[in-house]
């Protein structure tokens, strides 16, 4: 039996038949048919049946993680009035397979979820989605994603609690829709002005390519939260990716100041001076720390940065440049 023929709604009992009476056997056929079509209601349909047939189904389900359990669970937390974890486990399906419209199901644009999921399990949802770090921002995407960005729009209105909208302005962020995320800093901003909206609306600017809006943004960030580290080094980023690494150096030298350990201040510090005087000792304190760096494309980028420091030594920057790529 195929996806398509579950999809066009043969019934459970078919199904059942199909799968030698295995409810669990049941899910997976079903969640395939779903896979193959999200928008069609048959396997929705037959799966609430299922459900309702035998309701200890869902703790029989693998423990596993694996896609169709996880997808069948959400369906079940939705069916059960817990639209929290429905959300949820739908985000985390999304993330590991964004190229199925996975929001196109029925029930995630019913009124019952949209009216009951709080602002804080969708903005966990749409973390999720991003956990993986697969491309997004592409017209079929944004397609496959529109269902999610009504869902924000919808309950960013009514629960307007500003971290989560701040939080859930990444997901329309990664997929090119600005304007989106721009709406969410304003609704939380309407509430409270907190960092974190200031730091979503400077990300928001940066992926536009403002970055005289996105520095500004990032130091209302700081002034909400003098002592957050992050945001002084997405600032000084910011200041080196406009040339003035002057005050890059500074940001970080500010930054190391609350957290004196972190490695990725120490690697942009390092390098902002390298770049700024062309001290020998400044790019070997690069060298030295960049290889622990867990982000290889900042690595390469604060490499490239020191390299273009005046009067380095020749056999100095070969060393850093062969670093990159590692």
Known sequence: ???????????????????????????????????????????????????????????????????????????????????????????????????????????????????????????????????????????????????????????????????????????????????????????????EEVMWTAVARAATWRETGDLDQAAAAYGRALALDPGNWSVHLDLADVRAEQGDFAAAVSLAERGLEHEPAELSLRAAGAAYRTRLSGSPDDLVALIAVAPELTNPAYRDLLIGYACAGPGLPEGLVTRARGLRGK
Not at 42 to 59: F, G, I, Q, T
Not at 118 to 138: I, K, M, N, P, Y
Request: hydrophobic fraction near 50%.
């Open 1 to 191: 039996m195929s996806n398509e023929q579950v999809a066009a709604g043969v019934g459970l009992a078919a199904v059942l038949a199909h799968c030698g009476g295995d409810p669990v056997a049941a899910v997976k056929a079903l969640v395939g048919a779903v896979a193959s079509e999200p928008a069609a209601p048959e396997p929705y349909v037959a799966l609430a049946e299922l459900r309702k047939d035998r309701p200890e189904l869902r703790e029989s389900l693998p423990a596993d993680g694996s896609l169709s359990a996880v997808l069948a669970q959400a369906y079940f937390f939705f069916l059960d009035g817990d639209m929290d974890n429905a959300a949820m486990a739908l985000g985390s399906v999304a993330g590991v397979r964004p190229g199925v419209a996975w929001g196109a199901a029925p029930w995630f644009g019913d009124g019952r979820f949209l009216d009951g999921v709080s602002a804080a399990a969708l903005a966990e949802a749409c973390l999720r989605v991003l956990d993986h770090g697969r491309r997004l921002d592409t017209d079929d995407m944004r397609a496959r994603f529109d269902p999610w960005f009504h869902a924000i729009d919808r309950v960013s209105q009514r629960d307007p609690a500003p971290e989560s909208l701040a939080a859930m302005a990444r997901l329309p962020r990664a997929c090119g829709r600005h304007d989106l995320a721009f709406v969410l800093c304003d609704r939380a901003d309407a509430v």
